[in-house]
C-alpha cells in the first residue's frame, strides 16, 4: 500500500497559478504510475490528469488541457500538478492517487489515494 499527501492548495483569482504536490511513501514510487483526481461540491470526482512510471506519457481531462500539467520527480517521491490560467470552475478538492494501468482515466483504475487539497478560485 501506498500513503499519499497532497500538499499546495489555497484560495486564489481567476487566472493565479498554483502547484500542488502529492508526496508518496511506503512503495518504490517508479513502479507505479500517479493521477490527480477533483471533485467540486456536490459533483463526483473527474479525472485531471495520469503520467505514467517513467513519466514519458501524459494525459489531460480536455477542460484543462493546455493550462495544466503534471510531473513527477522520483528521485522525492513526489508528483505535481502546475495549474495556470486558474477559472473559478476549476474549484474542487484535489486528490492524487496511484495507478497500474498507463493512461487510465476512470476512477477505478486508481488504487491508493490521498486526504486531497483544497483549491478554491474566485471570479
Known amino acids: 500500500q501506498v500513503q499519499l499527501v497532497e500538499s499546495g492548495g489555497g484560495l486564489v483569482q481567476a487566472g493565479d497559478s498554483l502547484r500542488l504536490s502529492c508526496a508518496a511513501s511506503?512503495?518504490?514510487?517508479?513502479?507505479?504510475?500517479m493521477g490527480w483526481f477533483r471533485q467540486a461540491p456536490g459533483k463526483e470526482r473527474e479525472f485531471v490528469a495520469t503520467i505514467t512510471r517513467s513519466g514519458m506519457i501524459r494525459a489531460y481531462a480536455d477542460s484543462v488541457k493546455g493550462r495544466f500539467t503534471i510531473s513527477r520527480d522520483n528521485a522525492k517521491n513526489t508528483v505535481y500538478l502546475q495549474m495556470n490560467s486558474l477559472k473559478p470552475e476549476d474549484t474542487a478538492v484535489y486528490y492524487c492517487a496511484t495507478t497500474r494501468v498507463v493512461g487510465g482515466t476512470a476512477e477505478g483504475l486508481y488504487d491508493d489515494w490521498g486526504q486531497g487539497t483544497q483549491v478554491t478560485v474566485s471570479s
Open positions: 511506503g512503495r518504490t514510487f517508479s513502479t507505479y504510475g
